[in-house]
């Protein structure tokens, strides 16, 4: 039996794409506390509840905040806050950053190989980074937990310069200094742990609380459509290119699969919570139940970002006029890929794919097959394109073997895809 792997990273080489490992990625973020208005102490206070969980968190699961563990510092917010008072100077601005966090984490391909034993080491290295940069005296709290969806280490720092005064803009600087400070963090906690730096300039965003919980709370879009490319007016003025659609397509796309996603999530946690609830004679069957629908989330996630990627190729290898060279290799990706999609993401594939050359047809039975649209007429000559979705594949795979259609190459130096990371696998 041919390995898949192995058979995908072939695929992809053919269609000018380069295979990629699971992402491993040492994660870093830096957030100000916020002290505008006079708000300092009380936002200060707020976060501290939501780290030592003394306030109520919709997104961590109540039966697993035994799992978290307070690195340093206090237990209880009173006793955090009376830290913080014991460090603050005597006189602060009305309007000054009274904190900053760090939040360290990984991807989440990395955290699943890991062992708790791995993430701790993970965890206690980067609270040493901390404590080295900014003063250990000045490190009030670290807290990991464990009772949301990825495990992850927040620290409180006071922020004081010098001399004695809060300086939060000292200890974070601007873009350049935070940039220094990823790839410090990377090379110096990440990578003894197995974790690199993250692509640089990536324009990969962090979804907020609150824009998780709008998305949980909305339904996703049943039928998706990408965007209508602008024409523009008379004489074409304020038509999109071709860069520019593609760009505003990928975003709506990248929208709706985090949409699908966060659905998703909200479905199976409110699914574990239910079977916490059952009585005890019936967990056995319940926990299969549970089981199967992780496998199940894991696969439609997986797709999701399959279907993404697939969307993302095909949109650059029509936008740029390659359409021709890799429509086999897009039409073989759906042909794998389709039968498992949703009816949105069918809709948004069909319109991705239509601007590539390759048509994706409907069949009798309710599924649905793609075609090059150089294919079309000859299989409507011999019959085939009437038949079943096997006798249309076998049909374009015996039109494919054919010597005059083997003859047809990619260009040998173009990295179709590079820049949308289509190293999937089906």
């Known amino acids: 039996m041919p390995d898949v792997e192995d058979d995908e990273r072939r695929k992809l080489k053919r ?17 100000k506390i916020s002290g505008a208005g006079g708000t300092g102490r009380a936002n200060l206070s707020a976060a501290f509840a939501h780290n030592l969980r003394e306030r109520n968190t919709p997104n ?3 039966e697993r905040l035994h799992d978290n563990t307070i690195l340093k510092g206090p237990s209880t917010v009173a006793e955090a806050m009376a830290a ?13 950053v009274p904190a900053v966090e ?7 391909e990395a955290l699943e190989t890991m062992s708790s034993t791995d ?12 404590e080295r940069r900014h003063g250990a005296e000045n490190v009030l709290s ?15 720092v006071i922020p004081l310069d010098e001399r004695g005064r809060l300086n939060a803009r000292e200890l974070v600087g601007g873009k350049t200094t935070l940039n220094r400070m990823q790839t410090d963090f990377a090379q110096t906690v990440g990578l003894p742990c197995g974790l690199e730096r993250g692509r640089e300039k990536s324009g990969a ?7 998780y919980y709008a ?73 299969e139940q549970v089981e199967a629908a992780e496998v199940r989330a894991a696969r439609a996630e997986t797709r999701a970002d399959h279907v993404a990627q697939l969307i993302a190729t095909a949109i650059e290898a029509g936008a740029t006029g390659l359409s021709r060279a890799h429509e086999r290799d897009l039409t073989e990706i759906y042909n794998r890929l389709g039968p498992e999609c949703s009816g949105p993401q069918i809709e948004a594939l069909r319109g991705a794919l239509g601007q590539a050359g390759v048509h994706v047809l409907d069949l009798r039975d309710g599924g649905t097959v793609a075609v090059p649209a150089a294919d079309l007429d000859t299989l409507a000559r011999s019959g085939s394109s009437g038949g079943d979705r096997n006798t249309i594949l076998t049909a374009m795979k015996e039109r494919w073997e054919a010597p005059e259609r083997t003859a047809i190459k990619s260009p040998p130096d173009r990295d179709l895809g590079r820049d949308h990371g289509d190293d999937f696998e089906l």
Do not use: C
């Open 119 to 130: 993430q701790d080491e993970y965890f206690r290295r980067a609270l040493e980074w901390i």
């Open 60 to 62: 961590a699961d109540a």
């Open 215 to 287: 998305r949980a709370s909305q339904p996703a879009e049943a039928d998706f459509r990408l965007p209508e490319r602008q024409r523009g007016g008379l004489l074409g003025r304020g038509a999109e290119t071709d860069e520019e659609w593609r760009q505003r397509a990928q975003r709506a796309v990248d929208e709706h699969i985090r949409h699908l996603t966060v659905q998703l999530t909200e479905r199976e946690r409110n699914l574990s919570l239910t079977v916490s609830a059952l009585a005890q004679d019936s967990i056995a069957t319940l926990q």
């Open 15 to 31: 269609g000018g794409g380069t295979y990629r490992p699971p992402k491993r990625f040492a994660i870093l973020r830096i957030k």
């Open 84 to 96: 913080w008072d014991a460090r603050a100077p005597e006189n602060v601005r009305r309007n000054a």
């Open 142 to 156: 670290a807290v990991v937990h464990r009772d949301e969806t990825s495990p992850h280490l927040q620290v409180m």
């Open 205 to 211: 965003t962090h979804q907020s609380i609150r824009e």
């Open 102 to 108: 760090f939040v360290v984490t990984a991807s989440p």
